[in-house]
């Protein structure tokens, strides 16, 4: 080998180490740009679930905010859709009965009150999951977490109100300052504002299960059908709480 030849391959190696990985980069950095899009674009997952739980109501019928002597059977169906890792929407139809009965007041229990109904909301409320993990990673493996969630949303509501008295005839004057149902407003719709909390358990990437309790104000008087022969000035109120449990129905992990 000649001299010139060596010394051009002195030059040459340095040379080329520098310039290979500038050569290289674009095509590496765009390889996982495209891989990472193409994640990105299937990270929006979709779940079926339900609620079984419980509901309760306060109102003119109800001396305590909650009175757990009331509660009953509530159930549901959602639809969640992950906008990101801790932002998510859910479409919710929830029903379930609420009661009220002045017995079970100390200080209401002279007027002999009392009534049932059956809730049907429809609703749409935004969640946020602050300690949310990625679903699924890059590679593919399943996320367990444990997450508090906080939600808030909007919605309208279904009931048809059956109140009572059933005190003493003589008292009847007393207590009943108009006909019941008032109005003889028989089905009634409102306006309901879901605001809650609950713990989401993101459990497997099929199944998510959760608890959570929220609160419903109805922003009027006529939910249990006693407003005048009440206090006109409370608010009534009711509450969904329960267990869930959710499928997702893409597979968002799965390459293209």
């Given at each position: 080998?000649?001299?010139?030849?060596?010394?051009?391959?002195?030059?040459?190696?340095?040379?080329?180490?520098?310039?290979?990985?500038?050569?290289?980069?674009?095509?590496?950095?765009?390889?996982?740009?495209?891989?990472?899009?193409?994640?990105?674009?299937?990270?929006?997952?979709?779940?079926?679930?339900?609620?079984?739980?419980?509901?309760?109501?306060?109102?003119?019928?109800?001396?305590?905010?909650?009175?757990?002597?009331?509660?009953?059977?509530?159930?549901?169906?959602?639809?969640?859709?992950?906008?990101?890792?801790?932002?998510?929407?859910?479409?919710?139809?929830?029903?379930?009965?609420?009661?009220?009965?002045?017995?079970?007041?100390?200080?209401?229990?002279?007027?002999?009150?009392?009534?049932?109904?059956?809730?049907?909301?429809?609703?749409?409320?935004?969640?946020?999951?602050?300690?949310?993990?990625?679903?699924?990673?890059?590679?593919?493996?399943?996320?367990?977490?444990?997450?508090?969630?906080?939600?808030?949303?909007?919605?309208?509501?279904?009931?048809?109100?059956?109140?009572?008295?059933?005190?003493?005839?003589?008292?009847?004057?007393?207590?009943?300052?108009?006909?019941?149902?008032?109005?003889?407003?028989?089905?009634?719709?409102?306006?309901?504002?879901?605001?809650?909390?609950?713990?989401?358990?993101?459990?497997?990437?099929?199944?998510?299960?959760?608890?959570?309790?929220?609160?419903?104000?109805?922003?009027?008087?006529?939910?249990?059908?006693?407003?005048?022969?009440?206090?006109?000035?409370?608010?009534?109120?009711?509450?969904?709480?329960?267990?869930?449990a959710s499928y997702f129905i893409n597979e968002p992990?799965?390459?293209?």
């Amino acid at each position: 080998m000649t001299t010139n030849t060596k010394q051009t391959l002195t030059v040459a190696k340095p040379l080329l180490l520098i310039l290979l990985p500038i050569l290289i980069f674009p095509f590496v950095a765009n390889a996982q740009f495209f891989y990472k899009a193409q994640y990105k674009r299937y990270q929006h997952y979709m779940e079926l679930g339900l609620m079984i739980g419980a509901t309760n109501y306060s109102g003119d019928v109800a001396e305590r905010d909650i009175e757990l002597k009331q509660t009953d059977l509530g159930f549901g169906a959602f639809f969640r859709y992950h906008i990101s890792q801790k932002i998510h929407v859910k479409a919710q139809y929830y029903s379930g009965s609420i009661s009220g009965d002045d017995v079970n007041s100390p200080t209401l229990n002279g007027r002999k009150f009392r009534f049932y109904t059956r809730i049907h909301e429809v609703a749409v409320v935004g969640e946020w999951i602050p300690l949310a993990l990625e679903h699924v990673t890059l590679t593919g493996i399943h996320n367990f977490y444990v997450s508090p969630y906080f939600f808030i949303g909007i919605g309208a509501a279904n009931s048809k109100p059956e109140p009572e008295y059933y005190g003493l005839a003589s008292d009847r004057a007393k207590y009943l300052r108009t006909s019941l149902p008032e109005n003889d407003i028989v089905n009634r719709y409102f306006i309901s504002m879901p605001i809650g909390l609950g713990i989401r358990f993101d459990y497997s990437e099929r199944l998510t299960f959760g608890i959570e309790g929220g609160w419903r104000p109805v922003y009027n008087d006529n939910l249990d059908g006693i407003s005048i022969n009440g206090n006109p000035k409370k608010g009534d109120w009711y509450y969904f709480m329960g267990i869930t449990a959710s499928y997702f129905i893409n597979e968002p992990w799965r390459p293209l």
